[in-house]
T-cell receptor, first 114, second 110 residues
Framework: DADVTQTPRNRITKTGKRIMLECSQTKGHDRMYWYRQDPGLGLRLIYY???????NKGEISDGYSVSRQAQAKFSLSLESAIPNQTALYFCATSDPGTGYNEQFFGPGTRLTVL | ELKVEQNPLFLSMQEGKNYTIYCNYSTTSDRLYWYRQDPGKSLESLFV?????AVKQEGRLMASLDTKARLSTLHITAAVHDLSATYFCAALPYTDKLIFGTGTRLQVFP
């Protein structure tokens, strides 16, 4: 079973709709992240959470919100989707206690906003 | 603000040849990471480099870190088709937020 899962894997929606992307992990990590990937731009950080009570904005948080429902769950919402939010979205987790602080990524959600 | 630059952005190389991907970062970083991404897939961790002079090897890939020069390299030895993918480096500054390079798309042809 995958350690970091994302649902849905693919989603097509229309401008103005509210969308929620969900991320779950079984790695027991406190830290979770949401990234967006666009061609030629690498990955950019949207929001991150270092524990259940901690939520922080990343590089490109405008138009997005998040909820950390539990240690294992971190959801990303687009309140009113717009076409330039069409992208590949990744959730990731990490555990700084290992010393490596390596991030482990979910399989991604491909979102298309028409 | 930390910036990470990779070059080249695109690399087409023949099987059996050697090449190096470069990753420069602009300010102090505690760690340097290399990831691989196949088309439409997630990112797979390749290497974590923790200190100056660190060198790690896995198969035909070898990564190194020079913190004084703020430079990491990913060296490919005797490339094979299976290495075709996009490779990302990422630096971790004191903020504990990974900053990614834009990626190097590697294509290996016969």
């Amino acid at each position: 079973d995958a350690d970091v899962t994302q649902t849905p894997r693919n989603r097509i929606t229309k401008t103005g709709k509210r969308i929620m992307l969900e991320c779950s992990q079984t790695k027991g990590h406190d830290r979770m992240y949401w990234y967006r990937q666009d061609p030629g731009l690498g990955l950019r950080l949207i929001y991150y959470s270092f524990d259940v009570k901690d939520i922080n904005k990343g590089e490109i948080s405008d138009g997005y919100s998040v909820s950390r429902q539990a240690q294992a769950k971190f959801s990303l919402s687009l309140e009113s989707a717009i076409p330039n939010q069409t992208a590949l979205y990744f959730c990731a987790t990490s555990d700084p206690g290992t010393g490596y602080n390596e991030q482990f990524f979910g399989p991604g959600t491909r979102l298309t906003v028409l | 603000e930390l910036k990470v630059e990779q070059n080249p952005l695109f690399l087409s190389m023949q099987e059996g040849k050697n090449y190096t991907i470069y990753c420069n970062y602009s300010t102090t970083s505690d760690r340097l990471y290399w990831y691989r991404q196949d088309p439409g897939k997630s990112l797979e961790s390749l290497f974590v480099l923790l200190s100056n002079g660190a060198v790690k090897q896995e198969g035909r890939l070898m990564a190194s870190l020079d913190t004084k020069a703020r430079l990491s390299t990913l060296h490919i030895t005797a490339a094979v088709h299976d290495l075709s993918a996009t490779y990302f480096c990422a630096a971790l500054p004191y903020t504990d937020k990974l900053i990614f390079g834009t990626g190097t798309r590697l294509q290996v042809f016969p």
